[in-house]
């Protein structure tokens, strides 16, 4: 829907209502904003720096009334991943490789957007984002354990993040129990306050709550002031500026390009699975309908415009668009609502945020990260299948042992391979004339027609079909010579998007069976094949009494083949049809009836 259109509908009540969610949305994007651009290990205000200007863009261009985007934890673990290869105490580097990612990832899903690829999506199966999000909690609940205990990361951002944990916890500092005591309190007061939240309906304050309280703790028990050497006794947070982000052009370094894009190329699928899932799930529930491409172009201008922003990556975020959704919003105002409200708060308070403990950002960072997985649905799909189980189990690993990225490529790649074998499982059923004359599956027992046989295609009739098709055709091939059948009737009506390879095979198998005076007739013939058969020129060789368009459901073409094969063989009407079983085809003078 069009901003104009949104307009000529729009009134006060409207504008109320994303007024009130667009502050409740802001409230939860300042704090996650510096959290997740920690857990991407770049500087807070990226973080929250892609909560003003991802989500402004996303929200002007988008289609969703709902979706709220900007930086989330999934994504920001991708950015961490794909940007461990460089040294975090270069900080110039790191910022402009993060930056030059956003502009990769923006491009590539514009790409997607402009060929209209958004519904390849679909092929990835859910079971590899399940895995994604398991080893993206895994990774965050294990990457906040030195700051939730107070000690400084030991390693360097080549290390696998159990690596670098392991040197941390075991051959680090000393714990430090005031983090400990705010990260544990931060995590109890996360879920006391969210219990609060959902019983009396409170506005979705509690995580900018929680945060509040934890920086005041430190404060009070004097663990935010500094000591004469200038060191606080717990780490704070870096200080933000107290100012809007400004333009900036990313340094390319070609020698940075390839190993980019590969992490860009799995931010931008990943991100757009979750912005679409979350989406649809909402929309789902207030009965708008998407444009798809439209959202994914939406994501892909977002991303790209913040990588001239100094933002970090972002999606469509698992919690704020929830929020957005039950805080009453109606129009993707609400987003434009948030994004100032945030901008807004950066000018007013950003000295204050420097007052939060790395410790209780930790606290909440683990709190997200347990809140990252549907469990009931994990569980679920485990017990579903091996095939699911698979999928989980392999991206889950790969994602903790080697890193998120490598998984959701290793993922997707999986799932098209397994996909490509189920699709190209064609189903050959053969269909019998009983002597009522009811057309149905052939059982053990039925007497056979000596002049005729109908067999029933099922599946994709596309080249992966090709070997599966060749082999029931060869069998189809050796019986009608065998048992000297003149007339073969294939049903079509079920097959779905033909290609070239196995139009190709069928020619060859209808100009070998005519060559030796055997009739076959194609029945159920659907558009898109019959266009397919029209431009490969069947129509210049292959009778077109012999061929029966799937032309309307009340006249069967299968039962118009048969007709017309029967009344050839000279097949007479033997008896009187069983009404009481059978569906009867409409204007069919001979009586003929269909039971498939």
């Not at 679909?122 to 080893?135: D, M, P, Q, T, W």
């Not at 940075?256 to 931010?267: D, K, M, V």
């Not at 919690?319 to 129009?331: D, E, L, M, T």
């Not at 596309?462 to 055709?473: C, D, Q, V």
Request: aromatic share 8%.
């Amino acid at each position: 829907m069009s901003i104009s259109a949104v307009l000529k509908n729009y009134d006060v009540g409207k504008a109320r209502r994303d007024l009130v969610a667009g502050i409740t949305v802001a409230a939860v994007s300042l704090p996650q904003g510096i959290t997740y651009a920690l857990v991407a290990g770049v500087d807070p205000k990226f973080g929250v720096y892609s909560a003003i200007v991802v989500c402004f863009i996303a929200s002007v261009f988008g289609s969703s009334s709902h979706l709220i985007n900007g930086p989330t934890s999934a994504i920001s673990l991708l950015v961490f991943s794909t940007l461990a290869f460089l040294d975090p105490e270069n900080r110039t580097v790191l910022f402009e490789a993060l930056f030059l990612l956003g502009v990769l990832v923006g491009a590539f899903q514009i790409l997607i957007a402009v060929f209209k690829l958004g519904d390849l999506t679909r092929y990835i199966s859910e079971s590899v984002i399940l895995g994604f999000l398991l080893a993206a909690a895994v990774l965050i609940a294990v990457g906040q354990l030195g700051n939730a205990l107070g000690v400084k990361d030991k390693g360097n951002g080549r290390m696998p993040v159990l690596q670098r944990t392991y040197l941390t916890l075991l051959h680090g500092d000393a714990v430090n129990y005031r983090a400990v005591v705010l990260s544990v309190a931060t995590v109890v007061l996360a879920v006391v306050l969210r219990k609060l939240v959902k019983r009396f309906g409170l506005p979705q304050l509690d995580l900018l709550a929680v945060l509040v309280i934890a920086a005041a703790i430190a404060y009070v028990a004097g663990w935010s002031t500094p000591d004469h050497t200038g060191n606080t006794p717990v780490a704070l947070t870096a200080k933000i500026p107290q100012s809007l982000p400004s333009p900036h052009i990313p340094e390319v370094q070609l020698g940075l390009l390839g190993q980019l894009s590969e992490g860009a190329l799995a931010i931008a699928f990943i991100g757009l699975l979750e912005a679409l899932s979350i989406a649809k799930a909402i929309a789902h529930q207030s009965g708008q309908k998407l444009d798809y491409n439209r959202q994914i172009l939406a994501e892909g201008l977002a991303n790209l415009t913040g990588g001239f922003f100094q933002c970090v990556p972002g999606s469509g975020s698992v919690s704020r668009s929830p929020i957005n959704f039950q805080a009453g919003a109606v129009s993707r105002f609400s987003g434009i609502v948030a994004s100032s409200a945030v901008a807004v708060a950066v000018l007013l308070f950003a000295p204050l945020l420097h007052y939060m403990p790395r410790a209780a950002l930790a606290g909440l960072l683990l709190i997200t990260a347990g809140r990252l997985i549907d469990y009931k649905r994990l569980f679920y799909t485990l017990k579903a299948s091996r095939y699911d189980a698979g999928l989980v189990i392999v991206t889950a690993l790969t994602g903790v042992l080697i890193d998120l990225d490598t998984a959701v490529l290793l993922g997707v790649a999986l799932s098209i391979l397994l996909f490509v074998p189920r699709a190209a499982k064609l189903k050959v059923k053969e269909l019998v004339v009983t002597s009522e004359r009811v057309v149905r599956e052939r059982v053990p027992g039925d007497q056979l027609d000596p002049s005729t046989v109908i067999y029933d295609l099922e599946g994709e009739f596309f080249f992966g079909a090709a070997p599966e098709l060749e082999r029931y055709l060869d069998a189809v091939a050796d019986r009608v010579g065998r048992e000297g059948i003149t007339f073969v009737v294939l049903r079509l009506k079920r097959v779905r998007h033909p290609d070239v390879v196995v139009v190709e095979r069928l020619e060859r198998f209808l100009r070998e069976e005519a060559a030796r005076g055997v009739t076959v007739l194609l029945a159920g013939v659907q558009p898109d094949l019959r266009a397919v058969l029209r431009n490969v020129g069947f129509d210049r060789w292959f009778p077109p009494e012999h061929l029966f368009p799937e032309e309307d459901e009340e006249f069967s073409a299968t039962l118009k083949a048969v007709r017309y094969a029967h009344g050839l063989a000279g097949v007479t009407e033997s008896r009187a049809p069983v009404a009481a079983t059978a569906v009867v085809g409409q204007g069919d003078s001979q009586r003929y009836y269909y039971l498939v």
